[in-house]
């Protein structure tokens, strides 16, 4: 069973930044597509980017231009560097292979307010 853990989430203003950060337990983390999700209340789930295993990204459109992926396979780590942000994006993020098959982890929220 692959254990995925999110950390880096909290509190803060319109246009500040965070770092958000993922470990997998899985050995074969490199060979896969890894993406963030993020649910805010009352919504679904929804795929924010992509990074596959050469390093190829894919945005959503809400977030291109202020949202970075980035992976370290030798850590089985992923990260979304989070600048910009807006209210619109609190939400809990999660991250997970892209299509989502292994078990969610806990997700770190992600609250932007003044």
């Known amino acids: 069973q692959v254990q995925l853990g999110e950390s880096g989430g909290g509190l803060v203003q319109p246009g500040g930044s965070l770092r958000l950060s993922c470990t997998a337990s899985r050995t074969m983390f490199s060979l896969h597509t890894m993406a963030w999700y993020r649910q805010a209340p009352g919504n679904q789930r929804e795929l924010v980017v992509s990074?596959?295993?050469?390093?190829?990204?894919n945005y959503a459109d809400s977030v291109k231009g202020r949202f970075t992926i980035s992976r370290d396979n030798a850590k089985k780590a992923l990260y979304l560097q989070m600048n910009s942000l807006k209210a619109e994006d609190t939400a809990v993020y999660y991250c997970?292979?892209?299509?989502?098959?292994?078990?969610w982890g806990q997700g770190t929220q992600v609250t932007v307010s003044s």
């Open positions: 990074i596959d295993r050469d390093g190829n990204t």
């Open positions: 997970n292979t892209q299509p989502s098959f292994w078990a």
